[in-house]
């Protein structure tokens, strides 16, 4: 090889040398470029695993934390997925057995459901779709569904989905509701007195009672407002009516008017307004019931003029009584002192036969001056206005012990204080005083008891007078408290005390009645209405 061909030879292989490094320059230049590459793509991959790891699991703990039962299912409606609250509610696990939801659907709605499900096929999303179903547990429940189709990325419906709502206590409500206003519509249509809708005092419904009340007919009745109703509209209470009305301040107010109907004819009416409000205050409607007192108000005066002329009655007879007490006692207090006279005179003249008739004499003047007091006590136990005051009763028993004649073998006790209450203190006297004196009188015992004794209730005062005398008879309990009525050989009563005794319990709205046997005392019970 010639020294040219070497020369040549040499450059060859600097020219390659040169090529190599600069190409392991431009390797190591593309090397560091890949490789930069390649980290930065795996930090950038690192960051989307972080990012998809956080949406995952927000994803699922908004799934898990949904308060409402929410499931996720197959185009078949096989479960796939179910948060803690549907678990909880259908009584499911999908993790532990496969569900079916439309198992669970009650067969009164299958039919419905099927239509539904079509509907949430073909929209893609079904909105308040209401139905009832069973729960593992049997029980049945009303729920209300909001549901979609899930799809994948080309449109495909792959799943769906859907929350859960419980309204079978709303359901209940509804129904109790509907049977509430059911059962309320059956009493407005049935009753007796007249009902009626008005807004802003038109008529806009009218029951049957109220158009039969005033001959018009419920089409006819809704021209009207209840002021065209009434006979005269410019009266004191018609204007009053209309100002009340009005004001829309009253919730509730009544009235009574003269009222004309169809016919011509008129009636009287109360007429009861109560006024509805809305939720702000605002007057929505106004209920107006109308009752017919025409009867009623012409009961009332009739029987204003019976008291009136009983009233009159009594003060007649009142009057007339003491007129004839006077007139019969004024010839007795004669007899009186012509028998007294007799008897100072020529009572050593007469034979025992006539000292006897004398001393009979003076008894029967007596008997008559005690019964004709007692008619007269009777008369006016019941006519004479009550002056009611508060009564010490045991003032008045002591007075009573005091006035009265009480064998010195015969003791009038009270064993417990009576109370102080109000009635009138001389019908208190008259009341105690009969049963006592009539207690005392009976006794035959060598050591005679009468007891004094009473006991409160809420609304009464019951007191009873007991005795250890002769008794009487059950078939005379009864019989004792009429007028005229007495029982036993001796005559020792005009039979008109007790009667009085009932008069005046009957006046204080009380009972009077007897416990007796013969020969094992008696005992009198009483009440007496407390008075405010």
């Known amino acids: 090889m010639d020294s040219k061909e070497v020369q040549l030879l040499k450059k060859a292989l600097e020219r390659q040398k040169k090529a190599r490094k600069q190409a392991e320059r431009i390797l190591e230049t593309k090397s560091k470029e890949l490789y930069d590459v390649t980290y930065h793509l795996k930090q950038a991959n690192n960051k989307l695993e972080g990012l998809l790891n956080v949406k995952t699991s927000s994803f699922e703990g908004a799934f898990i934390n949904i308060i409402d039962p929410y499931i996720v299912m197959d185009l078949e409606f096989n479960v796939i997925n179910m948060n803690v609250s549907a678990k909880e509610f259908l009584g499911y696990d999908h993790t532990k057995e496969d569900i079916n939801l439309s198992k669970l659907v009650h067969k009164d709605y299958i039919n419905y459901t099927a239509e539904s499900i079509k509907v949430l096929m073909e929209v893609g999303i079904l909105k308040n779709y209401r139905s009832k179903i069973v729960l593992k547990d049997g029980t049945e429940k009303f729920v209300e569904i909001n549901s979609s189709i899930i799809y994948d990325k080309s449109k495909k419906p792959i799943a769906a989905q859907g929350i859960i709502r419980d309204i079978s206590q709303e359901n209940e409500i509804k129904q109790l509701l509907a049977e509430q206003r059911k059962q309320l519509d059956i009493i407005v249509q049935n009753s007796p007195l007249g009902i009626a809708l008005t807004i802003n005092s038109k008529i806009i419904k009218a029951n049957p009672a109220f158009s039969l009340l005033l001959g018009y007919s419920n089409t006819e009745l809704k021209s009207l407002e209840i002021i065209d109703l009434f006979k005269n509209k410019q009266d004191v209470t018609s204007l009053e009516f209309v100002r009340t009305l009005k004001s829309k301040e009253t919730d509730n107010f009544s009235t009574i008017n003269n009222f004309s109907k169809k016919n011509g004819k008129s009636i009287l009416a109360k007429t009861n307004i109560s006024t509805v409000r809305d939720n702000r205050g605002e007057v929505e409607f ?9 009867q009623q108000k012409i009961l009332e005066l009739q029987k204003e003029e019976l008291l009136k002329d009983l009233e009159n009655s009594n003060q007649e007879l009142q009057e007339y009584a003491h007129i004839v007490s006077h007139d019969l006692k004024s010839p007795l207090r004669s007899i009186s002192a012509i028998t007294s006279w007799i008897k100072e005179d020529y009572y050593e003249m007469l034979d025992d ?5 004398l001393s009979l004499l003076q008894d029967k003047v007596e008997s008559m001056d005690k019964l004709i007091s007692g008619i007269l006590e009777y008369s006016t136990a019941n006519s004479s206005d009550l002056k009611n005051t508060k009564v010490d009763l045991n003032k008045i028993v002591e007075e009573i012990k005091e006035s009265i004649y009480i064998p010195k073998n015969v003791e009038v006790i009270i064993p417990k204080s009576l109370p102080t209450i109000k009635a009138d203190g001389t019908k208190m006297y008259q009341l105690f005083q009969n049963i006592i004196g009539n207690a005392v009188v009976h006794i035959d015992k060598k050591n005679g008891l009468v007891e004094v004794i009473f006991k409160e209730t809420e609304d009464f005062w019951q007191f ?9 008879a059950e078939k005379y309990h009864k019989k004792i408290f009429e007028i005229f009525q007495s029982v036993g050989e001796k005559e020792r009563s005009t039979g008109i005390g007790l009667s009085i005794v009932k008069k005046i319990v009957d006046r204080y709205d009380g ?20 008075l405010i």
């Open 286 to 294: 106004q209920v107006a019931i109308i009752e017919d007192i025409t």
């Open 353 to 357: 036969n006539g000292k006897n008739n």
């Open 464 to 472: 009873s007078i007991k005795d250890n005398g002769v008794g009487i």
């Open 511 to 530: 009972k009077v009645w007897v416990d007796s046997k013969i020969g094992a005392g008696t005992n009198f019970h009483f009440t007496l209405k407390k």
